[in-house]
């Protein structure tokens, strides 16, 4: 049963860089259909995707985010990572780590959050 | 970037009750839409995926439905552990998206 687990600092000083881990655990991150991604929450507010990485390193940012942010996987240690630089109180935010995976391959060939991490505050503040 | 559209934002029923939601894409997504459930202070968890696949494991109760722009998550019989909030999410471009949310409530 694959858990998700992140990491990283509760506190980022404003035009910091906020640095998250997620370790795989219970399964293994070798199906090559499998996306890896980071979604953040604002307080009492919606979902918005930031990224995803693929076990070959292909990622796909949000364009909204593009240019501040840096995603990395490490098959061997099974962990993947968020960098984001440029932090202000707009990215203070829950943030989960999450995979996508393809369900249903009989048709076209779409990817879902199937399992999530619990999530991690970021608070960006001096 | 696709918007979806939930409604409405808010609904408050009780136990038993049968409730819909619906979703609007900006443009034709296909089937490309999930829907997911979340409860206050936990991550999201999915429920329906390809419009109207239920996840395994997932009580018969929910239901998924609509293609193209249009999509609607019904629970028929409504459980105490149903009331949550519940989003959208299309898988058909880049960036992916999520509904603002419909927060269900007990009445």
């Known amino acids: 049963h694959l858990q998700l687990q992140e990491s990283g600092p509760g506190l980022v000083r404003p035009w910091g860089t906020l640095s998250l881990s997620c370790a795989v655990v219970?399964?293994?991150?070798?199906?090559?259909?499998?996306?890896w991604g980071w979604i953040r929450q604002a307080p009492g507010k919606g979902l918005e995707w930031i990224g995803t990485i693929s076990t070959t390193g292909t990622v796909d940012y949000n364009p909204s985010l593009e240019g501040r942010v840096t995603m990395s996987l490490d098959t061997s240690t099974k962990h993947f990572s968020l960098m984001l630089t440029s932090v202000t109180a707009a990215d203070t935010a829950v943030y989960y780590c999450?995979?996508?995976?393809?369900?249903?391959?009989?048709?076209?060939?779409?990817?879902?959050?199937?399992?999530w991490g619990q999530g991690t505050l970021a608070t960006v503040s001096s | 970037a696709i918007q979806l559209t939930q409604s409405p934002t808010s609904l408050s029923a009780s136990v038993g009750d049968r409730i819909t939601i619906t979703c609007r894409a900006s443009?034709?997504?296909?089937?490309?839409l999930g829907w997911y459930q979340q409860s206050p202070g936990k991550a999201p968890k999915l429920l329906i995926y390809d419009a109207s696949i239920l996840r395994s494991g997932v009580p018969l109760r929910f239901t998924g439905s609509g293609s193209g722009t249009d999509f609607s998550l019904t629970i028929s019989g409504l459980q105490p552990e149903d009331f949550a909030t519940y989003f959208c999410?299309?898988?058909?471009?880049?960036?992916?998206?999520f509904g603002g949310g419909t927060r269900l409530d007990i009445k």
């Open positions: 999450a995979r996508l995976v393809a369900l249903d391959c009989s048709g076209t060939c779409w990817s879902w959050f199937d399992s």
């Open positions: 219970g399964d293994s991150m070798d199906n090559f259909r499998d996306l």
């Open positions: 443009q034709d997504i296909s089937r490309a």
């Open positions: 999410q299309h898988f058909h471009n880049n960036p992916l998206t």
